[in-house]
């Protein structure tokens, strides 16, 4: 079965830092993109970062352009979003998706969230 779960969230204070994990199953890894995304209450969807399946190239929201660093390790079939700088409007939903191709474009499959609090 396809899955997608990330996992790595929590309550960090702010100028903290977390690092994500978006443990993928159930299809040819190495073969797709993978972005990570984010929804708070009362917002919309918003893309974060994207890494295409060699992970030769990488795509980077304005608002976390400098804090977070996306990576992939095909080995471990694991995409990571290491994000620092942490601020209070960072806390949101944090979830992965896959591109429909091995370039970051549509995205066919969500996976499941994690929340990330950044508050003192």
């Known amino acids: 079965q396809l899955q997608l779960v990330a996992s790595g969230g929590g309550l960090v204070q702010p100028g903290g830092s977390l690092r994500l994990s978006c443990a993928a199953s159930?299809?040819?890894?190495?073969?797709?993109?993978i972005g990570w995304f984010r929804q708070a209450p009362g917002k919309e969807r918003e893309g974060l970062s994207c890494?295409?399946?060699?992970?030769?190239?990488?795509y980077y929201a304005d608002s976390v352009k400098g804090r977070f660093t996306i990576s992939r390790d095909n080995a471990k079939n694991t995409v990571y979003l290491q994000m620092n700088s942490l601020k209070p409007e960072d806390t949101a939903v944090y979830f992965c998706?896959?591109?429909?191709?091995?370039?970051?474009?549509?995205?066919?499959?969500w996976g499941r969230g994690i929340q990330v609090t950044v508050s003192s």
């Open positions: 998706a896959r591109s429909r191709t091995s370039s970051c474009s549509g995205y066919d499959y």
């Open positions: 159930g299809f040819a890894f190495d073969y797709y993109g």
């Open positions: 890494i295409n399946s060699s992970g030769s190239t990488t």
